[in-house]
């Protein structure tokens, strides 16, 4: 059983910075990719930036030059600093893994998600 979990989420006043954090486990044999996706209550979940097993990334338009992923040297903890954060980023914050547990096997894997709160 692979799982995702995050933490990091809270409330923050406007142009402020919040770190995300999610960490993959479980029985993993390989992480093609790990991301974060969003979504408010009647919209479509979307993604946010992913980062691959390879180091490339992957942003939204609407977060490009304010959020940035990055991983450990691990590979299984993946992070989202939200910098110059807007009302509008307000969500639900969902990490999401496509990892291998086999060498046959891969699923797309989703934590809990974490509430982010942009106001003042």
């Known amino acids: 059983q692979v799982q995702v979990v995050e933490s990091g989420g809270g409330l923050v006043q406007p142009g402020g910075s919040l770190t995300l954090s999610c960490v993959a486990s479980?029985?993993?044999?390989?992480?093609?990719?790990l991301g974060w996706y969003r979504q408010a209550p009647g919209n479509q979940r979307e993604l946010v930036a992913s980062?691959?097993?390879?180091?490339?990334?992957n942003y939204a338009d609407s977060v490009k030059g304010r959020f940035t992923i990055s991983r450990d040297n691990g590979g299984n903890t993946v992070y989202l600093q939200m910098d110059s954060l807007k009302p509008e980023d307000t969500d639900i914050y969902y990490c999401?893994?496509?990892?291998?547990?086999?060498?046959?096997?891969?699923?797309?894997?989703w934590g809990q998600g974490t509430q982010v709160t942009v106001s003042s």
């Open positions: 999401n893994g496509k990892i291998y547990s086999s060498l046959t096997s891969w699923d797309d894997v």
């Open positions: 479980g029985s993993i044999f390989r992480i093609i990719a």
């Open positions: 980062i691959n097993s390879g180091g490339g990334t």
